[in-house]
């Protein structure tokens, strides 16, 4: 009998279509990317597709910690499966192009304005804005968090 389960089991397998492990697609990226920053993460490039409904997504720098994500694909929509913390940030970089333009617009409705260079991101996951130039107030340092609220204004 237990050679005859054994036998079954192989060949429902067998009859399986094999998934190839790959990268994420464009559209399923975009709604990753969507999930995990209303976590307070920033964007990432690439995830890795490790079955037709699981996406697996390392190192994500989320706040002041990074984690490793598996996300899960369910009725077309993207859900955080787990979420591992993976250590402090190690290297928090620059910020993103997506960042850059965000801060921007958000200052031009505050009719100011800076260099993109002046941009920092901090350890945090959130930004310090240096020598922003405001429409009749005058020059300031604004902090940010990483949900892009002000925490922080000093007048220089």
Do not use: W
């Not at 928090?92 to 409705?109: D, F, H, K, S, Y």
């Amino acid at each position: 009998m237990l050679k005859l389960t054994a036998t079954t089991a192989l060949a429902i397998l067998l009859a399986q279509p094999a998934f190839a492990e790959g990268e994420a697609s464009p559209e399923d990226l975009r709604e990753i990317n969507e999930e995990i920053g209303d976590l307070g993460c920033m964007p990432v490039d690439e995830a890795e597709q490790e079955t037709d409904n699981l996406f697996e997504l390392d190192d994500v720098p989320c706040r002041a910690a990074q984690y490793d994500i598996k996300i899960k694909k369910e009725d077309g929509k993207h859900y955080v499966f787990s979420m591992i913390y993976d250590g402090p940030l190690e290297d928090v970089g620059a910020p993103t192009a997506e960042q850059i333009a965000r801060i921007n617009a958000m200052l031009a409705e505050m009719q100011c304005e800076m260099d993109d260079d002046d941009i920092e991101l901090e350890d945090d996951g959130g930004f310090e804005l240096d020598d922003v130039i405001c429409a009749g107030t005058g020059q300031f340092d604004i902090d940010l968090d990483a949900d892009f609220n002000i925490v922080g204004r000093r007048a220089e």
